[in-house]
């Protein structure tokens, strides 16, 4: 495999792994290994190629690692052009977590290496690797970007019981102060994007176009879900959170509700 006229000719073989962009055909074998790799993510999955291009106009290489005709490693690395960073590229920009996802220590390697060279070619000012856990070369991943989770359990008592004592008498207290939340898709959009945009612009950031969000409904429909924090009507918090248990479907919060006093309002996010 070769580059595609991304790097300069000669090929990335890391103990003979080599680098090329990943074609349409193989975007399913992509997800698919994206799935079943611990190191995998949701940020991982080849449709944020798409978002990015629809929403934001950046471009997205998908850099998919092989070796003897198997896949070992993928890694997206979105080219972003700001007229206040310069041009940068970034694997993965206005998400948490990105960089290699591989299953060998080369593969790894031999993604990092064709990432750099990408960068040298574009000449951008730097390559940043958002990575959940510490790169297994000289590059230090960059950890400015974190994700909170919880494992969703079948039994409501397992999650409820799991709190400290001081959360569920906080979470009891949102209720008794008339607080409530509503969950749903892309028909609370609207709502959930004016009360972001109000939390940032009151925080000195602007924020990103509604068409971001948008396409991350449309592309994600199952694994997505806007949460939104009312008092009698008001509404006064909105959050967008990825629920995904592999291979990436839809958990869901449901069985959470059956308990009067465990409900996502602990996912909500915002002022």
């Given at each position: 495999?070769?580059?595609?006229?991304?790097?300069?000719?000669?090929?990335?073989?890391?103990?003979?792994v080599q680098?090329?962009?990943?074609?349409?055909?193989?975007i399913?074998?992509?997800?698919?290994?994206?799935?079943?790799?611990?190191?995998?993510?949701?940020?991982?999955l080849?449709?944020?190629?798409?978002?990015?291009?629809?929403?934001?106009?950046h471009?997205?290489t998908?850099?998919?690692?092989?070796?003897?005709?198997?896949?070992?490693g993928?890694?997206?690395v979105?080219h972003?052009?700001?007229?206040f960073f310069?041009r940068?590229?970034?694997?993965?920009?206005?998400?948490?977590?990105?960089?290699?996802c591989?299953?060998?220590?080369e593969?790894?390697a031999?993604?990092?290496?064709?990432?750099k060279?990408?960068a040298?070619a574009?000449?951008?000012r730097?390559?940043?690797?958002?990575?959940?856990?510490?790169?297994?070369?000289?590059?230090?991943?960059?950890?400015?970007?974190?994700?909170?989770?919880?494992?969703?359990?079948?039994?409501?008592?397992?999650?409820?019981?799991?709190y400290?004592?001081?959360?569920?008498?906080?979470?009891?207290?949102?209720?008794?102060?008339e607080?409530?939340?509503?969950?749903g898709?892309?028909?609370?959009?609207?709502?959930?994007?004016?009360?972001?945009?109000?939390?940032?612009?009151?925080?000195?950031?602007?924020?990103?176009?509604r068409?971001?969000?948008?396409?991350?409904?449309?592309?994600?429909?199952?694994?997505?879900?806007?949460?939104?924090?009312?008092?009698?009507g008001?509404?006064?918090?909105?959050g967008?959170?990825?629920i995904?248990q592999r291979p990436?479907?839809?958990?869901?919060?449901?069985?959470?509700?059956?308990?009067?006093?465990?409900r996502?309002?602990?996912?909500?996010?915002g002022k």
């Amino acid at each position: 495999m070769r580059y595609s006229g991304l790097v300069p000719s000669n090929e990335s073989i890391v103990n003979q792994v080599q680098v090329a962009e990943c074609a349409a055909g193989q975007i399913p074998a992509w997800n698919d290994f994206v799935a079943a790799n611990p190191g995998g993510t949701f940020y991982h999955l080849a449709q944020w190629a798409d978002i990015n291009r629809a929403a934001l106009g950046h471009k997205t290489t998908l850099l998919a690692a092989s070796c003897q005709g198997q896949l070992q490693g993928v890694m997206p690395v979105t080219h972003v052009s700001s007229p206040f960073f310069g041009r940068i590229l970034c694997s993965m920009p206005f998400v948490n977590y990105g960089g290699p996802c591989a299953a060998t220590a080369e593969a790894q390697a031999a993604l990092i290496g064709a990432a750099k060279a990408l960068a040298d070619a574009r000449r951008v000012r730097y390559l940043e690797l958002r990575s959940a856990a510490p790169l297994e070369t000289d590059m230090t991943a960059s950890t400015h970007k974190i994700s909170m989770s919880i494992d969703l359990q079948s039994d409501p008592d397992l999650l409820w019981n799991a709190y400290s004592s001081k959360h569920r008498t906080n979470i009891r207290r949102s209720y008794k102060n008339e607080l409530e939340v509503t969950s749903g898709g892309i028909e609370l959009l609207q709502v959930f994007y004016d009360v972001m945009q109000a939390s940032w612009r009151d925080l000195g950031t602007p924020l990103y176009g509604r068409n971001y969000f948008e396409e991350i409904l449309q592309t994600f429909p199952d694994n997505t879900r806007i949460f939104l924090c009312s008092r009698r009507g008001g509404t006064r918090g909105s959050g967008l959170q990825r629920i995904f248990q592999r291979p990436w479907r839809e958990c869901g919060p449901e069985a959470c509700r059956q308990r009067a006093g465990c409900r996502p309002i602990t996912c909500c996010t915002g002022k």
